[in-house]
Every structure is written in structure tokens, then in C-alpha cells.
């Protein structure tokens, strides 16, 4: 019998690993992910993909340089975008 891996929905996903995220994270890094996390929940996982940064930064914070002097530099941004996708995909063990 093959071993098959539970899927989770995005909801449960993102419940279950938010406080190991956030802990990651500075209050602006915080805010941005949050509206990140919500747009993974509601659209799916293509929200996540490091294409779609400039648009989730332009639809959050009007602009790329708007978004630099609340989160830093665009590698910073970047890091940040993908570092906590680490955290969400994280496997746990039962």
C-alpha cells in the first residue's frame, strides 16, 4: 500500500503555521505577509509565486518604492516573500 500524505486546506495551513512565521518576522514584515497569507487563502497558491511580487506590492502598497520604505530593500522584500513559504510548507509530524 503506497504511503498517501493527508492534504490540508489552505485555511488549515496557514492556522497552523502563522505563530512560527510571525515570530519570524518584524511588524511590517507582519502586516505585509498577513495580506499575503489572506490572498493564498482566498485566490490560492499561484498568490505565493515570486512572479506575482510586484503585483501583490503595487495592490498593497500603491507602489514598488512605497513598499521599499515600509520593507526594505527589493532582495530584502524578496527574502521575506519566499522565507516565510518555508515556514507554511514546513512539515509537521503527526
Same mark, same amino acid.
Given at each position: ?14 492556522? *497552523?503555521?502563522? &505563530?512560527?512565521? /510571525? ?5 511590517? @514584515?507582519? =502586516? ?22 510586484? *503585483?501583490?506590492? &503595487?495592490?498593497? /502598497? ?5 513598499? @521599499?520604505? =515600509? ?24
Amino acid at each position: 500500500m503506497a504511503h498517501a500524505k493527508l492534504s490540508i486546506t489552505r485555511t488549515a495551513r496557514v492556522a *497552523t503555521s502563522k &505563530t512560527n512565521i /510571525y515570530n519570524l518576522l518584524n511588524d511590517k @514584515q507582519r =502586516e505585509f505577509v498577513s495580506y499575503v497569507l489572506h490572498n493564498y487563502i482566498d485566490v490560492g497558491v499561484d498568490e505565493l509565486d515570486v512572479s506575482k511580487l510586484s *503585483t501583490v506590492l &503595487t495592490a498593497k /502598497y500603491g507602489n514598488i518604492h512605497a513598499a @521599499q520604505q =515600509e520593507l526594505g530593500t527589493v532582495q530584502e522584500i524578496q527574502g521575506t516573500f519566499v522565507g516565510f513559504q518555508a515556514e507554511l510548507y514546513r512539515e509537521t509530524s503527526a
